[in-house]
Structures are given as C-alpha cells and as structure tokens.
C-alpha cells in the first residue's frame, strides 16, 4: 500500500494527504466522496483507479467510470494515461453513452428498429457510426409548436421546451404529473404528449432522444433480468463524478448495476449543485446513507486551488444554506488579496470599468468574467472587441443576433428605408401603435401597388377613426428615423413608437419574461452607442456576430474568459471579475420566491467565488436603465463576511428600530429586514391561505389560490401557473390579501 504512494510520488511528484490517501483505499462498498472545490478531486479519483489495477490486480475491464460529459470523460482518461502510460484504461464514458449501448442491445434483441432524433454530441464513438443517427427533434417540435399554438416557436421557447420535456423525463414523472410541472411555452404539456405519440407512431421505428435512452435504458434494467445481469457481472466497480448534477433515472440505472456488489465510489459537492432546472437530483446525496446504510462518507475539504482570502469568505458565505453536508473548507495557501467589491455608478459603466482593468493585463487567459445570463456577454463583446482585448468565449451563444426582439428593431430600422414593402410591415405590424390587425394586415398584402404601405393603408384598407391619426403619425416617424443616429432610433421605436408597450402585452400574453426582453433592448443601445447610421448599426451588429463564432475558437490562446457560471464550473484562473450582481439577476426575482431556488442561486454564486485562485472582484452597480438597482443580497452577505456587523447595539436599539420599520408603511418597498423589503400587510400565517381565494404575489401580481398542500401553494396567474413554498411566502412577506373595493 505505501509502495503504491510512495511510487505515484516518486514518478509524479503526486503526494496525497490524509483524506485523499482514504478515499484511495476505499475500494470496497459503497463511498460518497465529497469533494470541496479546488480539493484535488480529479487526482484522486485517477490515483484510486491506478490503485484498483496495480494494487489490487483488477482488470480494467472490470471498472466503469461514468463522468457528466464527453469532455470530461476524454480528460479524464487522457489523465489516467499521463499517470500510468502502461496501463490500460478503464471504461470512461457519458452514463447517456453507456445507455445507448443497453438500449441498441435490448432493441437489436427485440428485433425493434429505432432512431435517435438528436445529435452525436453526448453519444460515443459507436452511436456516432451508427446509420440510425440523424438529427430532428427541433424541427418535430417546431411543427407540433406550430399547429398546436398556430405561431412559430421562438428560440427562447424551444430552449424552454426541451428544458421541460428533459426534467419530467430525468424526474420520471407520470404522465398525470407532468402538468404539475411549471412551463411558460404555450400548451406545452400538450405539444409534450403529442410529442411522444409522435415518437412511436412507427410501428416500424421507434424515435428516441437522449432522455428517452436514459428512461429506456431504466426500464430495460428494471424489466430483463438477462440484460441487466449481462452489464452487472461485466462490472465489479463503478464510479461516478459530478454526481451533485445527476438525475433522478440516472441515480436509477447506476443502482441497479452496483446491487450486486455495491463497490459504488459517488465523487461529488452537493456544494455545487447547480442543474435542478434540468433535472438533476441533489437530494439523493443527503440521503445516500439510507440507499446505502453500510456507505462510508469521506470530506474533502482542503482547498489547494484559492488564496485564504477567498477560501475562508467563500466557505463562510455558502453556510447561509441548510440543505447540504456540513463542511469546513480551508486551505493552507496564504493569503494574497481580499476580495474586492466594486459600486458603479450604473450598468453603462460595467464593461468601461472592466476595458480599463485589462487593457494593461498580459496574460489574459489567466482572466475569466463570470455572469450568470448569457445576454450579458454581448455588451462586453462589444466593448472589447472596439478596445482590441482578446476573449474566448466558453459558451457562446450566437441566438441573440437571431432573437425576434433584435430582428424586430432591425425590421423598423428597415421600415424607415423603404415603407413599401408589405412582408417587412407584416414582421411587426403587432408591435407598435399603430394597432394593425390580422385582418387589416391581409387586405392590405393583396394590394398590388408599390406605394407607401401607410399610403395604402390609410386609402384601400377599412380602419377604425382613431387608427388614421396614429398611422399617420407613424409614417411621419419612420421617415425621420433615417437621418436618426442609432441610438435615438431605438429610443423613438421603443417609446414614440410603443414597441416597449407592445413587449409588455406580448410578455402577458405568452409568459415571457420582460426583464430579459428589456435586456436585449439595453444591449442593443449599448451597441448603438457613438454609431452615426443606421446602416452602421447593421454591420456592427453583423461584425459581432461574426467576432462572436471567431471567439469559440479561442480556446489555449491568450485571451480573457467570458463564461456563464454554470459553464465555469470545473475551471479556474488567477483572476475573476463577477459581474451584474444585482437584485433580480441573482438572486432571480423568481429565486426568491421558493426557499430551494434561493439556496441554489447561492450555489451558483459559491461556484462563481471558487473559480478564481489569487484575486476575486465581485461588480454591482446602482442603476440601470434609469432605475434605481439594488445590489445582491448575496454581494451584501459577503460585505458582512468581510467586515461583520457591529453587534453591539442594544436590544432596545432594535426593537426601537423594527417599530420604526413597521410604522414607516409608505417606505415598505425601501426598509427592508434580513434583507427582504417588509411588507405590513403580509400573510404571516399559513392558515390564511385557503383554496379560492385571490391574493397579491410581490412578484408576479394577482392571483387565485387553487391548491395548498404541506409544503407548497399553487397558484393561478393570468399568464401561467406556479407551484411556491409556503415557507418562503411566509417568511419573506410575498403574499398579502385582495383589497376588493366596494
């Protein structure tokens, strides 16, 4: 045993302390290794193979290590054979690849024919060669979206959609239940069930996407006896990482291969926990020990990534949640730098702040700015691209140049050029003041004329008296916004012209969310900003959207990172900028409505903290878009860490100052207690909340009550329906009565 330590440091100058050295010699039963950011994970989960093949003589064959992605499962065994260049490598896979394999064998034994309907992406090699591989579950949901809704999905949507259909999947959640599930898409559980008739309306062939092999893949095990004992006995030890973001069926279909034997390593943080959106299961971890009683639970809890200063704030910071392993990260690194809390003045001067911190760094891939929306990318692109800072973005996300809402801004632009065409008028005939029907809009486009289509509009087409004054109006605001700068352009479309309005019905109508929408409108004027034309608009926004596919390849070179947090996760750097800290970003404004939401919002900050190894700056800012901003909660919560409080006052002091809260009634949406603006006329008691009744959500307006169970309240709002903690309502005021008047 010591040989084997003694060797690996020896030959690598790999030296394991106390804990990792544990974990290497727990081969057998089952082990839940949590693993603290920055703790070495990786290391010892290649060391603890190494050790099963050359200590313990077990064939490599005989181990399956399931990792979170492709990507993770090639470094892995790239890893694995940089330790030991002699050995062969165990079997490293995604658990979607080790599910195709079971689910290709089970239908090739059925004689069943089947196709997967998604990309290669996520598959192995063999799912990659395999004949049946062909991608169109988008364009199957696209046209169900279409004659279910009558209107074309928007990307938003589709990404929306296929979030929900992948979460009741990975929950594997009933039919009966998946309306239970809260979706802002049109219709969405009825495109969902439709969707899956569709899939097997081929007796011949039978449609599968990723999520179908994952339940398949279940049900296989679950029901034949012959196959699962096949996969049992080909593995006598399996290890799992990343297990923090691993669903429901795959917690199932790992279960299942290890009863036999239950030689089960689960590497994990529930720390880190950031994908329940899409499924992911972290609760099993805090009950591992009742799956498996005899289970050995090791911490990992030294930080050998970070400086003192941003470990000791960083684990006293994710304390503030109560669902999770109580752990003590520490490091022995010294310190280097606090952490850093910069104010802005307002949103505007984020990216100015950040061109002028890098414009003198030299090694910029040790950089990374952090955000949690990936809209917030694109103002940032655009200010470096101008400053010439290099940046590779990790997940870049070329939709926003494809959204509706800049296609649309694009489109009045167009308007103001040329008001002769119909098809462009047809793009947004909806979407401003002029109030033009369906109907109006189809006379009109019979019209063979090359005139004005307000000229035709206001001779040929029947409108309604106050239609005329506003269309002409209209016309008169389209021919001045050609000599407009960019800038004012869009201010003119978004209130002369009312599109900011006309977002806010469509928002209503179809549960979108405004301030994401508003977001696209503030980056768009951001991009404007010194421009001269509106042609020069267009080729920026062209040249961005080519700089933007030039930025995914600029991976190893030397440029600053530009990532969401949840696309950090597993990476780090020597500096970190994390920016757009404000009330409403994260925490969400949904966030803070459901206890479990808060806690991993919390995560996704923690995340963000523990990527960075010497300086950590966290950015906020007091307005946008003329609106006062508040900063996180969380950004306070590390203030307060840095330099707490002052606890001395009195008690009579407090309670002074909580009468004082309590009586100033028209400062309610200003004071605020533990961080929640106080609201007096809240429901505090959970008897109040009866089935029937309509109540004021501080989020999401009026709404009926439709059912209240133990934990939850379900609620019915004009634009969609949600499920909320009663906890969280109570506890944070969300809540208060109807005031009906009489």
């Known amino acids: 045993m010591e040989d084997f330590f003694a060797d690996m440091k020896n030959d690598l100058g790999i030296s394991l302390n106390a804990v990792q050295k544990k974990a290497v010699l727990q081969t057998d039963g089952p082990l839940l290794l949590l693993a603290s950011p920055g703790s070495g994970k990786t290391t010892t989960i290649i060391m603890r193979i190494g050790y099963l093949i050359k200590q313990k003589g077990i064939n490599p064959n005989r181990i399956k290590a399931v990792t979170f992605s492709k990507a993770s499962a090639n470094d892995m065994k790239d890893r694995f054979m940089r330790f030991y260049p002699d050995l062969q490598a165990p079997d490293f896979s995604t658990i979607h690849s080790f599910a195709f394999e079971v689910v290709r064998n089970y239908y090739r034994g059925m004689g069943t024919s089947f196709r997967i309907i998604e990309g290669e992406q996520e598959l192995g090699e063999s799912a990659a060669r395999d004949e049946n591989i062909h991608l169109n579950k988008k364009l199957i949901l696209r046209n169900l979206f279409k004659s279910i809704v009558g209107e074309n999905i928007t990307e938003d949507q589709m990404e929306e959609l296929v979030t929900y259909i992948s979460y009741v999947k990975n929950k594997m959640l009933p039919k009966d239940q998946w309306s239970t599930v809260s979706c802002d898409v049109p219709k969405a559980e009825q495109i969902i069930i439709q969707y899956e008739e569709f899939k097997r309306a081929d007796r011949n062939q039978i449609l599968l996407d990723f999520d179908d092999m994952l339940t398949v893949c279940n049900e296989v095990l679950e029901n034949n006896e012959k196959l699962l004992s096949l996969y049992q006995q080909r593995y006598d030890y399996i290890l799992t990482d990343e297990s923090q973001d691993t669903s429901l069926v795959q917690h199932s279909i790992i279960e299942k291969l290890v009863s036999t034997h239950k030689n089960l390593c689960v590497v994990a943080d529930d720390d880190q926990s950031i994908y329940s959106w899409r499924g992911a299961e972290p609760s099993y971890l805090l009950e591992f020990k009742k799956v498996y009683p005899e289970a050995v639970i090791l911490f990992m809890e030294q930080n050998y990534r970070s400086t003192q200063d941003i470990v000791n704030v960083s684990n006293q910071f994710i304390k503030r949640n109560k669902n999770r392993y109580e752990k003590n990260m520490f490091t022995e690194n010294p310190p280097n730098k606090p952490i850093e809390i910069s104010k802005l003045i307002n949103f505007n001067e984020q990216s100015k702040y950040l061109v002028k911190e890098l414009k ?32 590779y973005m990790k997940d870049a996300d070329n939709r926003f140049f494809s959204h509706w809402v800049v296609q649309d801004i694009l489109n009045f632009m167009r308007m103001a050029f040329t008001d002769k065409r119909p098809d462009i008028l047809e793009k947004i005939h909806l979407k401003f003041n002029g109030y033009i029907s369906k109907q109006q809009m189809s006379a009109l486009k019979q019209l063979n004329t090359n005139d004005s289509v307000f000229d035709n509009l206001l001779k040929h087409v029947k409108l309604q008296d106050y239609q005329v004054k506003l269309l002409k109006a209209s016309q008169e605001t389209f021919k001045e916004m050609k000599e407009m700068k960019p800038l004012q352009a869009i201010r003119v479309i978004r209130d002369r012209l009312g599109y900011d309005k006309a977002l806010e019905k469509i928002c209503k109508s179809l549960g979108f969310r405004i301030d994401y929408l508003i977001g696209i409108l503030d980056t768009l004027e951001e991009i404007a900003a010194d421009l001269k034309s509106l042609e020069d608009f267009a080729k920026r926004l062209k040249h961005l959207e080519a700089v933007l596919k030039t930025a995914k390849r600029k991976k190893g070179q030397n440029a600053v990172t530009l990532s969401t947090f949840h696309s950090s996760k597993g990476l780090e750097f020597e500096k970190v900028y994390m920016i757009d800290l404000v009330h409403g970003i994260i925490p969400s404004s949904e966030d803070q409505t459901d206890s479990g939401l808060m806690e991993e919002s919390a995560r996704l900050f923690y995340v963000g903290m523990t990527r960075a190894k010497k300086q950590l700056k966290l950015i906020t800012y007091g307005y946008r878009d003329g609106k006062k901003a508040e900063e996180s909660l969380f950004v306070t919560d590390v203030k307060n860490i840095i330099n707490p409080p002052d606890l001395s006052a009195s008690k009579e002091a407090i309670t002074q100052k909580n009468i004082r809260i309590r009586r100033e009634v028209g400062s309610s949406n200003r004071e605020k207690i533990n961080g929640v603006p106080y609201n007096p006329n809240a429901i505090r ?24 169970d133990e ?17 969280a309502c109570l506890d944070m005021g969300l809540l208060e009565p109807m005031i009906k008047e009489i």
């Open 711 to 727: 934990e939850y309240i379900h609620m019915k709002f004009p634009s969609k329906e949600k499920k909320l903690s009663i906890k």
């Open 685 to 708: 008691e959970k008897e109040a909340l009866r089935t029937g009744i309509t109540v004021v959500h501080r989020v999401f307006g009026t709404g009926e009550i439709t059912n209240v």
């Open 360 to 391: 003198d760094e030299e090694d910029l891939k040790e950089i990374a700015i952090l955000y949690r929306n990936n809209s917030s990318s694109i103002g940032l692109m655009n200010d470096f691209d101008r400053a010439g800072i290099p940046f």
